[in-house]
């Protein structure tokens, strides 16, 4: 009687071990030929562990599970999946909010169309997590957001909203200008700064505002209460930038405010390499370009350095390379190209980028710049698991993706 | 003044008062009789089709629907032995009488924020496109501004006028149109952007909580009803991160909304679903790929209620059915179909328990038509309005 | 005495010397190269390979080539030599692209090729070292072309075949006016005519040719039987379309959409051209009705074009040599200088073979293809005994994203090198602080 007692409990142990290992999400493992892990030194012939989403373990030595479902790239190269610190926005309509150029609660992540080509085409690229920025029309122009590109909803895309404000200093926010000849002025188009020197007054005033705001603390004020956050270092500011005197003033204002400041595109940032080290900033570059294409590059973005990427770093500057490709205000938000990021990288190395500093700009150090380190940029244990498989060096022109897996999941194969 | 005078008096009073008693139905039922409808086919919606059925209409009202009734005395008999009977068509979204040029007059583009208009203001019951529009066996329509507005005017439910009674208005204010549409993005005027639209909609709906009693704000005020769902609220938005935009809106805000146009709804219907939002669908004729037509049919095996709209003028009235033909013929279940003409508009609009169905006690609205309502080839032969023939097709 | 024989010493010394200088005795100039690697193109690759060149053509090329003695050698043991690249259409290096007037046949590009723009300069840092310079795509008889290097001061100097190909565009001439509207700037396009109405132009003009021939002849034969001299001359403005038909001339013909390329097919198979077809970004659409005919094409610069399935929503990549190459079109690429690789032949030569081209065949269309569509191949486009020594010496393999141009020899002469490319330089390294410029040291970003 006892021993029946005993028999069926042990068998219902077994069942209840066997139905928790059901319950659990089966192993995938990765045999590479080269695993490039960015964070670390490359490894050859490695086994990368997949498990709910995540890297669980990665090594030459593993032992893989007899269920595991196994992926063989032993004769590929495996690298993290790229971070867009600055990607097309996958947005329907107009991204600039021209009402007023002040737009600090502004936030671009309401906008998100998760059904957007653009997504398709950028994971198909390789780019695994993306920063949206809000249009840059406007002189304090919003709240970005960092999403990954696949989700129903724009909720299930997004793994960190506010992740940054949008500031930008050029002549972009005095677009759109009607003088006003022989009538009063009527519409908001009238009332937009026309100068530098006013765009670095209004920037100077809005944080003057927002430092009395703190001190009061009246009433609740939506937009205050982003530029106080952003004036605290609660939410990180993004500077978008193309000569070097505004890059200057950006500096030059971030130390009377004692601001800490992320630069965008910074087109002639090369020729004031030295002082961005020193501010410790780091910086977003893109769109690259050989000649301008739109009229801000042509008024700001004329005096551009190819190795802009290579003279920063050697200058001891964290780069990231991303696409930044939205057009100046006076052009459609949104393209239908995706700038690939391993090419932007390989072109970096070629006009004198390290390869292993340009491999880092398009992985490790923007998910640096936009704090989501801690999970994506590079193949560690516990990082998700955004795993590129290529057909060769990842700066080679004629490197294929093969594979693309975004949280362990293979959403785009060869 | 004698005794026996008083007395003749009150007799004569007396006798007036039986009399005009008397009378009084007949003043009532004046121009009135009992009509009683033969039909080869009755659609009630809410029953199943009744062949060979009969409807008896008194007062405007509908008193009786069956087969085998028994017909009362004197009542006007229509013999229609090979036609179908149904109730009048609803309109969930119209811009129908609204003055000669309808689209200067439905967006009102200056402001974007304009939930103290109401649109009634701007219907015109003599306009040429309402008396047409009696022949298409719609009978009820909600009329509603444009699409320019993210927070716009508030819409009516009018019924068609016509007969001897002026039923025209049912409801003044029957909820707010949003539009959360790209339409609304204007370039002269606040929002220009998306992400614009989304926090103006929102700022306006955080003034409107609050707004405290007694201080002059139409805007608020109207906007706080909304909140408290007193106000339905009509949202219309056509793309998937439209709808799911206006998602967000309406749990956060607590909305008792209605998704307009909702073109691409299917690809999130469990979301509508288990909310219990539902739809005004967008004319089918409008729609031109194979792929768009079969959403709707879709929407509503999902459990989502869809009713139809014709956005008079962009298509007739006379259209309304013709969309939900073409949503039948691409998927929609038939009876979806007729009830998205009917009761499920009449549920939405909040008009269900006197329209949208032949069931005794509702308006005696109805249409006949010469065929089943769901063939393109039936057509409509007469359209009754609180029980008097507003239109009767010409026999040649 | 003495003096007498010192003069004499001192007089032969200074004729020998002046002779030397002044006397302009024909020598042969002769070259040899020492590559690590040559890419004939006609051949296999060599591995330290020697290339000799005389009077600036190849005489031989071979592993073990003898070296004669008054060879200039170049030393190019790390470099990777191939033939200059060969740019089949261009309508750059012109001041404006099209006329304004749509049948002006008898203009010419050579007449407007300005030999200072950047895009000469550009064309040889990246090592192309032959182009067609054509009138643009919104002229329907736009014009002939002509084949030039780029280099040199005058388009004499820079010439290498004069009245070569006809351009013929099946667009309709677009023409962008940026207009501001709604505050904000946006290009807008207008087409003044149909595309009915472009090959409606062209049915009638070719009509008309034939109607103006036919009855030249019947003058001319007239004059004869009368026995009148006769000197008339064909219309000089009727001329080129004349030699397009008698095989003078190729038609390059621009087809902006897919749906245009039957239509030049239709005029191949009318007229008999000789006909390249030079396509648009969709061009690949037409991929299989092209390898029926064996008609040479010109790809767009953008090879890769998005495509998205209606259905699934899916976004494919369509990639257009890709294509080609499966269909059995030989193909030529063009470049523009939008971003990253697009502006290097050899870059798009390397997106082929990323995206399935075979290698050969790749290199072929940057070199040998292009030189065959507008008729240079007899002296460019491998490196052959008999053809023009113009060759670029390249850092690594051309398929390389790291690959540079080093040197660029053209006619037996180095006429760029990137050592000496000072534009380049600025472009690559860090600007040195000029005087009084601003450093860090300044007080004001502290």
Known sequence: ?414 | MSGSDAVTERKLLLTILSLSLCAAPVMAGAGQQTLVIKAGKVWPITGSAITNGLVVIENGKITAVGANLAIPEGAKILEMPDKHIMPGLIDGHCHLGLSLDVFAEIEETVSAVTPDMQILDAFNPLAADVTKALRSGVTTVLLAPGYKNPIAAQMAVVKLPGGKKDAGVINRSAGVKFSLGNEALMSDRRPTSRPGLIAQVREELNKAGQYQEGKFDPRAEILKRAIQGQLPVHIYCNAVDEILAAIIIIDEYKLKAVIVGAREADEIAEMLAERNIPLIYMPTLLLSNDKDLKRVGRIAAAGVKVAFASYAPRTNLSDLRTSAIIAAKYGLAPELALKGLTINAAEILGIAQRLGSIEPGKDADLVILSGDPLELTSGVEMVIINGDIVYQKEQK | MRFRSFAVVCVTLIVCVVSTLGYAAPVRKKVAIKAGKVITIAGPEIQDGVILVEDGIIKAVDKNVEIPWDAEVIEAKDRVVMPGFVLAHTSNGLDAQNENVPEVPFLSTFDSIDPVSPFFEDSLRDGVVAMLVLPGNNTLLGGTGTVVRPYGRTVETMLIKRYSGLKISLAPPVQQTLRYMDGRYSYQSTASVSRMGQMQRFRRYMAELKDYLEQYEQRKKDAKEQEKSFDEEIDPRKQPMIDLSNGKLTAFIYCGIAADVPKAIEIQETHNFNTALVLGTDGYKAADLISKKKMPVILDPQLVVWETNEETYAEEMKVAPAIFYKAGVKFAFQTDTSEYGRRYLWYQAATAVRYGVDRAEALKSITLYPAQFIGIDNRFGSIESGKEASLVFLTGDPLDAQTWVDKVMIGGEIVYEKAKDVRLKKLLEKPKPEEGQQTSQDKNTD
């Open chain 1, 1 to 414: 009687m006892r021993g029946c007692v005993i028999r069926l409990i042990f068998l219902s142990a077994q069942l209840l071990a066997a139905c928790t290992l059901c319950g659990q999400e089966k192993t995938v493992a990765i045999r590479a030929g080269e695993i490039l892990t960015i964070s670390g030194a490359p490894i050859k012939s490695g086994i990368i562990l997949i498990q709910n989403g995540r890297i669980t373990d990665i090594g030459t030595e593993i032992a893989v599970p007899q269920d595991a479902s196994v992926i063989d790239a032993s004769d590929a190269v495996v690298m993290p999946g790229l971070v867009d610190a600055g990607a097309l926005p996958p947005v329907r309509g107009d991204l600039n909010e021209q009402s007023s150029e002040m737009t600090p609660a502004l936030r671009i992540s309401t906008a998100l169309d998760p059904k957007s080509r653009v997504l398709k085409r950028i994971v198909q690229t390789g780019c695994t997590t993306l920063y949206i920025a809000p249009g840059g029309a406007n002189l304090i122009a919003g709240l970005g957001v960092i999403i990954k590109p696949v989700g129903k909803t724009a909720a299930e895309m997004v793994i960190k909203d506010d992740a940054a404000l949008k500031i930008v200093m050029g002549s972009d926010s005095t677009q759109g200008n009607r003088i006003p000849w022989y009538e009063p002025p009527t519409t908001f188009y009238y009332r937009r700064p026309t100068t530098t020197m006013a765009v670095a007054w209004m920037l100077r005033k809005s944080f003057f505002d927002a430092k009395q705001y703190i001190a009061s603390h009246e009433k609740e004020d939506p937009n205050m209460e982003i530029i106080a956050a952003a004036l605290q270092g609660k939410i990180p500011i993004r500077v978008a930038v193309r000569r070097a005197i505004d890059i200057r003033t950006a500096l030059r204002i971030a130390n009377e405010y004692g601001l800490s400041l992320i630069l965008d595109e910074c087109t002639e940032g090369y020729k004031v390499a030295e002082e961005i080290a020193k501010k410790n900033a780091p910086v977003v570059l893109g769109p690259f370009y050989y000649y301008p294409r739109t009229s801000s590059q042509y008024e700001e973005g004329r005096e551009v350095n190819w190795n802009n990427a290579g003279i920063l770093a050697k200058a001891g500057v964290r780069v990231a390379i991303a696409s930044n490709s939205q057009e100046g205000p006076r052009f459609a938000a949104t393209q239908d190209e995706s700038i690939d990021l391993l090419t932007a990288a390989a072109f970096a190395v070629r006009h004198g980028m390290a390869p292993a500093e340009a491999l880092k700009s398009i992985t490790l150090t923007p998910a640096e710049i936009l704090g989501v380190a801690d999970r994506v940029g590079s193949l560690e244990k516990g990082k998700d698991a955004d795993i590129l498989i290529l057909s060769g060096n990842p700066l080679a022109a004629t490197t294929r993706i093969k594979r693309v897996i975004l949280k362990g999941e293979t959403v785009y194969q060869d």
